[in-house]
């Protein structure tokens, strides 16, 4: 059980700082965003490749940290049933979701995705604008890492769900551990 709180930990720990790092690309996004709105409005010009750049970055930044949102269960969820439930009753409702729900539809899109991505990186695609920025098979991996990023979370999650089932969950950092009703954040 100790082994299962470590994979626990660790893949929760990637995700916490994969999310730490990319979700600074909103400040990004703003800068750039604001520094075109300036150049059409103020110098009546634009550079292509900038208007591509702040919807690339948002791309990036939100397929990079789902995997951080669902650590943080900043994702939607009918709260209705949920909330209100005991802490064994959310990890088999999380048990059950994660396996017939969330680890399937990562599954379909690392397997369709993986021929998208693949094209674009032999053609090394880039925009469709004229003037526009190349790499775009740079940003189509973040589909993959997407895959990779909440599949990991969500066996994590399972994991999580085992733990409490066994009656381990103790064996987890309390900030790991399902919230009760005086931890919401």
């Known amino acids: 059980m100790t ?8 893949i929760s720990g990637l995700n916490r700082i994969t999310g730490s790092i990319f979700s600074w690309l909103a400040l990004a996004i703003v800068l750039v965003c604001f520094t075109v709105v300036v150049q059409r409005y103020l110098f009546s010009t634009t550079q292509l490749w900038m208007q591509d750049l702040y919807v690339w970055l948002n791309g990036a930044m939100f ?6 949102a669902l650590l943080r269960n900043d994702h939607v969820r009918v709260d ?22 969330l680890l399937p539809f990562c599954y379909i899109v690392w397997i369709y995705g993986y021929p998208f991505v693949m094209r674009s990186w032999r053609i090394y695609e880039a925009s469709a604008n004229p003037g526009g920025m190349r790499g775009l098979y740079i ?14 979370q969500g ?14 969950e103790h064996l987890l950092p309390i900030d790991l551990r399902y919230e009760t009703d005086g931890d919401a954040h």
Do not use: E, H, N, Q
């Not at 940003?139 to 990991?152: S, Y």
């Open 3 to 10: 082994f299962i709180a470590f994979l626990v930990r660790a």
């Open 155 to 168: 066996i994590s999650m399972a994991l999580r769900s085992v733990l409490v089932l066994a009656g381990k």
């Open 139 to 152: 940003l189509k991996t973040f589909i993959l890492g997407f895959a990779v990023l909440v599949a990991l």
């Open 63 to 68: 397929t990079a940290v789902a995997g951080f």
């Open 80 to 101: 209705i049933f949920y909330r209100p439930a005991s802490t064994r009753t959310k990890a088999i409702i999380d048990l059950i979701g994660v396996c017939f729900f």
